[in-house]
């Protein structure tokens, strides 16, 4: 089984984010997608591509649907699928019963 607190402290110590109950909230958001993804119950070979994706999630937090925005001369861009890395680390820890690769 996996320590959740454990996470935590990690996503806070990326992210200089203190909210505890937003931070265990995003983690336990991102648990349930890998579980999905891999077909299997949550173990600790999961926890690292679980703390990216809750740092990328927790730094999209109010930016959810916007694709770019522009202001006073400064352009953002933002992407609504997890990057390269992340999605390499899925792919091979993925059941090879389930579905398809992302």
Do not use: C, H
């Not at 703390?51 to 694709?67: M, Q, S, Y």
């Not at 352009?75 to 390269?84: K, L, N, T």
């Amino acid at each position: 089984m996996y320590e959740l607190e454990n996470l935590i402290i990690e996503v806070e110590l990326l992210t200089n984010k203190t909210d505890r109950n937003l931070i265990s909230l995003i983690l336990n958001k991102a648990i349930k997608e890998v579980e999905l993804y891999t077909n299997e119950k949550y173990n600790e070979k999961f926890n690292n591509v679980v703390v990216d994706i809750a740092v990328i999630k927790l730094n999209k937090l109010g930016t959810e649907g916007l694709l770019s925005q522009s202001y006073s001369g400064v352009s953002e861009s933002y992407s609504d699928e997890y990057p390269a890395y992340i999605l390499n680390q899925l792919n091979k820890l993925r059941n090879k019963k389930g579905w398809g690769m992302l």
